[in-house]
């Protein structure tokens, strides 16, 4: 596994005619987040939840760039229902199985730059990434650093629209986050902009 700046990942990817490809994580619980709307002045409005229920959607979501290329978004889904057993997140075979379909979908090689997150640098991941150089180098972004992510700008997208869904139980969350990741898959404006906000290009 390689480490590096953004900008050897950016060459790297030129050299091998690949695609940069970003990924992170995020979840949403049954709390909905905070969000603003619409209301009549002097009066707040307010969405009553249930207060019951648990689990969480566990995502994990890779931006995929290429100059001359549509912007690509894939992503996994996960629920946890707090049940015996049940894995709470994803585990290393999730990453790889991911990386995986990136790259049968993509068609081409992979830079991959994600965060140094405990269960990317176990040791199966390792071995995997160092089974596959013909075609996957991956590069740790800075730590602390999730501005540098376009990923994150997927995700603030997903939450914009949660904070107004008083779901009646997780598959309905499930459901929302779904419709809302299929729907930027089809809007690469929106793909390109996460990456925009970032402030770097791949020109």
């Known amino acids: 596994m390689e480490t590096g700046g953004l900008a050897a990942g950016k060459s790297t990817a030129a050299v091998n005619n690949a695609w ?12 909905p987040p905070r969000a603003r709307t619409w209301g009549r002045q002097g009066s707040t ?3 009553s ?12 979501g890779t931006t995929c760039y290429k100059p001359g290329e549509r912007s690509r978004l894939i992503y996994a889904i996960r629920e946890y229902r707090g049940r015996k057993d049940e894995p709470k997140g994803f585990g290393w075979k999730d ?5 995986l379909r990136a790259h049968t979908q993509l068609g081409s090689p992979i830079v991959l730059a994600w965060d140094n997150l405990r269960m990317h ?15 996957l180098t991956v590069f740790q ?4 650093a999730p501005g540098l992510n376009p990923q994150e700008g997927i995700w603030s997208l997903v939450k914009r629209d949660m904070g107004n869904l008083a779901a009646a139980d997780l598959g ?14 089809y809007r690469p404006h929106l793909i390109d902009g996460c990456l925009a906000g970032t402030g770097m290009t791949l020109d």
């Not at 940069?20 to 709390?31: H, P």
């Not at 972004?141 to 602390?144: A, K």
């Not at 459901?175 to 898959?185: G, H």
């Open 95 to 99: 990453y790889r199985d991911l990386i």
């Open 172 to 185: 309905q969350i499930t459901r929302a986050v779904k419709c809302k990741l299929k729907m930027i898959q």
């Open 45 to 47: 409005p307010v969405i």
């Open 141 to 144: 972004l800075p730590t602390y």
């Open 121 to 135: 640098l176990v040791a199966p991941l390792r071995e995997f990434f160092e089974a596959n150089t013909d075609w």
């Open 49 to 60: 939840v249930r207060g019951r229920g648990s689990g969480r959607v566990s995502m994990a």
């Open 20 to 31: 940069v490809v970003f990924e992170d994580e995020a979840g949403q619980s049954m709390t």
